[in-house]
């Protein structure tokens, strides 16, 4: 079994799942850029957090791949370096889009190799021309 590691992984959703046939509790993690893995059935060391845990934080992981193609999480950490860095907002104007491009318009933002889209509706818009 092959075991891989990720650092400085964003938490964006973090499911409660049923609990084990043990009684045991067991979590679905979202990640940024799509990432999905579950925590193991009966694993002991999931006693340790809660849903709130990592939800919206940056993490690191060790994952192996079932057969059937599922992350099942080995481990996950707090990243306390990538946790204390500064967050910097900016804010983006003067995007235009034509009207017939709409629908199919996505706009990207690429962070240390990680893709992830912005979310915009028509309620964004400042001006029409």
């Not at 973090?14 to 979202?30: E, I, M, R, T």
């Not at 340790?48 to 934080?57: E, W």
């Not at 034509?98 to 979310?119: A, K, P, Q």
Request: glycine share 6%.
């Amino acid at each position: 079994m092959k075991i891989h590691k990720i650092q400085n992984q964003y938490v964006t959703g973090v499911q409660k799942l049923d609990n084990s046939v043990n009684g045991n509790p067991k979590y679905k993690f979202l990640f940024e850029g799509g990432g999905v893995a579950t925590t193991p059935s009966d694993a002991g060391w999931v006693h340790a957090f809660s849903q709130h845990t990592f939800f919206q934080k940056w993490v690191d992981i060790t994952y192996h791949v079932t057969k059937s193609g599922k992350a099942i999480l080995d481990s996950i950490t707090l990243n306390k370096e990538k946790e204390m860095t500064k967050e910097y907002v900016i804010n983006i104007n003067g995007i235009c889009i034509l009207e017939d491009e709409w629908e199919n318009t996505e706009i990207t933002i690429t962070r240390n190799g990680i893709s992830s889209v912005i979310e915009f509706d028509k309620s964004d818009i400042v001006e029409t021309k």
